[in-house]
């Protein structure tokens, strides 16, 4: 006995130490990939308590629910905003105060549950009913919720163990594993069989030790998953349980090594946790679940054959890559063809700044070799065994066409003027968006009649050109993109107030403001959504671009090129006239200079 537990608590001290090695040599990804499980409450959410639905939030909607039965919502709504209005004042020259900023708002108006008014207006301007807009947002906001529950956090747990599988064997560990259901297409699967196990769960939870037990009977569930996506609920569950014949007091032996390190990630409210315990933690039962699955493929359990993915064990040999990547193989030993390279202006627009002026079929060209390259890259990481070799995959792992977006394209002038009017009107839409989530007012935003903010369509366009060279450099393109958009920012409120004596923003009480025209909280907003518009958004509405007849979007570029400039001649010459284009209170803000 003395011996079996002498030799159980050496399994369990090597399970953490390789547990450990994994972590430092992934720590960033692990990391990130821990915290974003914890952020969106998928998993750890725990280590984000504050960030959870607490139950002064249940109250407030049961305080709104009264209210509307009772008509009595807008009084209501009004002394929350007091209360919000008395706290700022009360805390305006505090260190973390809350007084002005999109954020604080959300922040206060969670606290005082003034965010449930909020939306309860803005819906009440549209269907300009309390009643049906209240119903309209609980019936919403609870079929959205169990959507994103089952679909997102339902599911992500298998995405966290995929990574954590593959940093066991791999150096690399590519960036599209956080979408591993969407990546096998296998998200309804995955999301059905983890449901059977949480009701199952529930269920058993309902005796004595039956809960207990059966955790930990299935507990490699979702390890399973993500080496077998397509298993069906029967069979994962099945498994897991005869897999873990044996094992469960080694199991819960490992939770309670645990245990001590998580009472001091209490003490440091929750910050070693983030950053060190919970993926060591996942890491260790990552390495239990290997120790387990060659034990069982050892023993040659019913269902075992279920478990096919060895390549997340072993690297594949050189006559299996040659098979799988046959074609870049073949390119790897062949000369790259040249393309005729631009001189002068032409070259510093293509090369720098990533703006083409040549032909479609160039261009494609272009785009075509660049995808060759970092297809050869990528093959040379799998042929030295640093990434695990994706077409070798059990199940097969293939991207949508429409999602095949290729961030380092270069753009035509044409697709620019148009990239340039989608990122003014999306900013319009966001402006009128958010000033009627602030005051439950539509007002027409900007400085133009038409629906775009052009300020956003050159911060769209500065965000795509200024970071062309540093698209494998997210950190960077991300710090471009922040000191462009406060540049821009900036002058344009300059300009405009110069030329047109008024101030259409004022971050005058935000935190980091400059003279109240730019402020840290606006620019990270900007450097967020600028990454998303040049990894994600660009490039998807470039591919319909490039699929449309070039003529049709010559005529639509000239149309909205010539409606803009009436459109800033009309608002110039109404301005001139003491007529504004937008409505009055377009910002509390807003002054005219003397």
Same mark, same amino acid.
Request: proline share 3%; aromatic share 14%; glycine share 6%.
């Given at each position: 006995?003395?011996?079996?537990?002498?030799?159980?608590?050496?399994?369990?001290?090597?399970?953490?130490?390789?547990?450990?090695?994994?972590?430092?040599?992934?720590?960033?990804?692990?990391?990130?990939?821990?915290?974003?499980?914890?952020?969106?409450?998928?998993?750890?959410?725990?280590?984000?308590?504050?960030?959870?639905?607490?139950?002064?939030?249940?109250?407030?909607?049961?305080?709104?629910?009264?209210?509307?039965?009772?008509?009595?919502?807008?009084? !209501?709504?009004?002394?929350?905003?007091?209360?919000?209005?008395? &706290?700022?004042?009360?805390?305006?020259?505090?260190?973390?105060?809350?007084?002005?900023?999109?954020?604080?708002?959300?922040?206060?108006?969670?606290?005082?549950?003034?965010?449930?008014?909020?939306?309860?207006?803005?819906?009440?301007?549209?269907?300009?009913?309390?009643?049906?807009?209240?119903?309209?947002?609980?019936?919403?906001?609870?079929?959205?919720?169990?959507?994103?529950?089952?679909?997102?956090?339902?599911?992500?747990?298998?995405?966290?163990?995929?990574?954590?599988?593959?940093?066991?064997?791999?150096?690399?560990?590519?960036?599209?594993?956080?979408?591993?259901?969407?990546?096998?297409?296998?998200?309804?699967?995955? !999301?059905?069989?983890?449901?059977?196990?949480?009701?199952?769960?529930?269920?058993?939870?309902?005796?004595?030790?039956?809960?207990?037990?059966?955790?930990?009977?299935?507990?490699?569930?979702?390890?399973?998953?993500?080496?077998?996506?397509?298993?069906?609920?029967?069979?994962?569950?099945?498994?897991?349980?005869?897999?873990?014949?044996?094992?469960?007091?080694?199991?819960?032996?490992?939770?309670?090594?645990?245990?001590?390190?998580?009472?001091?990630?209490?003490?440091?409210?929750?910050?070693?946790?983030?950053?060190?315990?919970?993926?060591?933690?996942?890491?260790?039962?990552?390495?239990?679940?290997?120790?387990?699955?060659?034990?069982?493929?050892?023993?040659?359990?019913?269902?075992?054959?279920?478990?096919?993915?060895?390549?997340?064990?072993?690297?594949?040999?050189?006559?299996?890559?040659?098979?799988?990547?046959?074609?870049?193989?073949?390119?790897?030993?062949?000369?790259? +063809?040249?393309?005729?390279?631009?001189?002068?202006?032409?070259?510093?627009?293509?090369?720098?700044?990533?703006?083409?002026?040549?032909?479609?079929?160039?261009?494609?060209?272009?785009?075509? &070799?660049?995808?060759?390259?970092?297809?050869?890259? +990528?093959?040379? +990481?799998?042929?030295?065994?640093?990434?695990?070799?994706?077409?070798?995959?059990?199940?097969?792992?293939?991207?949508?066409?429409?999602?095949?977006?290729?961030?380092?394209? &270069?753009?035509?002038?044409?697709?620019?003027?148009?990239?340039?009017?989608?990122?003014?009107?999306?900013?319009?839409?966001?402006?009128?968006?958010?000033?009627?989530?602030?005051?439950?007012?539509?007002?027409?935003?900007?400085?133009?009649?038409?629906?775009?903010?052009?300020?956003?369509?050159?911060?769209?366009?500065?965000?795509?050109?200024?970071?062309?060279?540093?698209?494998?450099?997210?950190?960077?393109?991300?710090?471009?993109?922040?000191?462009?958009?406060?540049?821009?920012?900036?002058?344009?409120?300059?300009?405009?107030?110069?030329?047109?004596?008024?101030?259409?923003?004022?971050?005058?009480?935000?935190?980091?403001?400059?003279?109240?025209?730019?402020?840290? +909280?606006?620019?990270?907003?900007?450097?967020?959504?600028?990454?998303?518009?040049?990894?994600?958004?660009?490039?998807?509405?470039?591919?319909?671009?490039?699929?449309?007849?070039?003529?049709?979007?010559?005529?639509?570029?000239?149309?909205?090129?010539?409606?803009?400039?009436?459109?800033?001649?009309?608002?110039?010459?109404?301005?001139?006239?003491?007529?504004?284009?937008?409505?009055?209170?377009?910002?509390?803000?807003?002054?005219?200079?003397?």
């Amino acid at each position: 006995m003395k011996e079996t537990l002498k030799r159980e608590a050496l399994s369990i001290f090597n399970i953490i130490k390789r547990a450990y090695s994994v972590v430092r040599g992934h720590y960033f990804l692990l990391v990130f990939t821990c915290l974003v499980a914890s952020a969106i409450g998928a998993e750890f959410s725990w280590s984000f308590s504050h960030m959870t639905l607490r139950e002064q939030q249940v109250r407030d909607v049961e305080r709104m629910v009264h209210e509307v039965e009772n008509n009595d919502f807008e009084r !209501a709504r009004d002394e929350i905003q007091r209360q919000i209005e008395e &706290r700022r004042e009360a805390t305006k020259t505090d260190v973390f105060s809350r007084d002005n900023g999109f954020i604080n708002d959300i922040l206060n108006d969670f606290d005082h549950g003034n965010i449930f008014y909020k939306i309860i207006s803005a819906l009440t301007v549209i269907f300009g009913s309390v009643g049906l807009s209240f119903r309209i947002f609980i019936i919403s906001t609870t079929v959205l919720s169990l959507i994103f529950w089952y679909f997102v956090l339902n599911t992500f747990i298998v995405s966290v163990r995929r990574i954590f599988l593959e940093s066991h064997k791999y150096k690399k560990v590519a960036t599209n594993r956080f979408v591993f259901p969407f990546k096998t297409r296998s998200l309804g699967n995955i !999301a059905k069989v983890r449901i059977v196990k949480v009701v199952l769960l529930v269920l058993w939870s309902l005796t004595i030790v039956g809960g207990i037990i059966k955790n930990y009977s299935y507990w490699l569930v979702d390890f399973i998953l993500s080496e077998n996506p397509k298993i069906n609920h029967k069979e994962a569950i099945n498994l897991s349980r005869r897999m873990m014949h044996g094992y469960k007091m080694k199991a819960f032996a490992l939770d309670l090594v645990f245990l001590p390190l998580e009472a001091i990630g209490v003490l440091t409210m929750g910050v070693t946790n983030i950053f060190f315990i919970n993926p060591l933690k996942i890491a260790a039962r990552t390495e239990f679940y290997v120790d387990v699955r060659r034990n069982a493929k050892r023993r040659k359990i019913a269902g075992i054959d279920n478990l096919k993915d060895d390549l997340l064990y072993r690297r594949a040999n050189t006559d299996e890559i040659k098979i799988a990547y046959a074609d870049l193989y073949e390119a790897s030993s062949q000369k790259t +063809e040249k393309l005729p390279k631009t001189t002068g202006i032409r070259a510093i627009f293509e090369d720098y700044l990533g703006i083409s002026f040549r032909s479609p079929s160039a261009n494609q060209k272009i785009l075509s &070799r660049e995808i060759k390259e970092r297809s050869l890259a +990528e093959y040379r +990481e799998i042929k030295n065994g640093l990434s695990y070799p994706d077409r070798l995959s059990p199940t097969p792992m293939r991207t949508p066409r429409m999602h095949r977006l290729n961030y380092f394209k &270069r753009y035509s002038f044409l697709s620019i003027v148009v990239l340039f009017f989608v990122f003014a009107i999306i900013g319009w839409f966001w402006e009128v968006a958010l000033f009627m989530y602030t005051t439950g007012d539509f007002v027409n935003r900007g400085m133009n009649f038409g629906p775009w903010l052009p300020i956003y369509g050159f911060g769209g366009i500065l965000a795509l050109a200024l970071g062309y060279r540093y698209r494998e450099k997210p950190v960077v393109e991300f710090f471009l993109i922040f000191i462009a958009s406060g540049i821009i920012e900036y002058l344009t409120s300059y300009v405009s107030e110069l030329h047109y004596g008024m101030r259409w923003w004022d971050y005058t009480g935000h935190f980091m403001n400059i003279n109240g025209r730019i402020c840290l +909280e606006g620019l990270l907003a900007f450097g967020i959504g600028g990454m998303t518009v040049v990894y994600y958004v660009a490039p998807f509405i470039d591919n319909i671009i490039e699929r449309m007849p070039r003529k049709t979007i010559f005529n639509i570029t000239t149309l909205l090129v010539v409606l803009l400039v009436l459109d800033f001649a009309a608002s110039t010459y109404f301005r001139s006239e003491g007529v504004m284009p937008a409505q009055d209170g377009v910002l509390e803000t807003t002054q005219r200079r003397d």
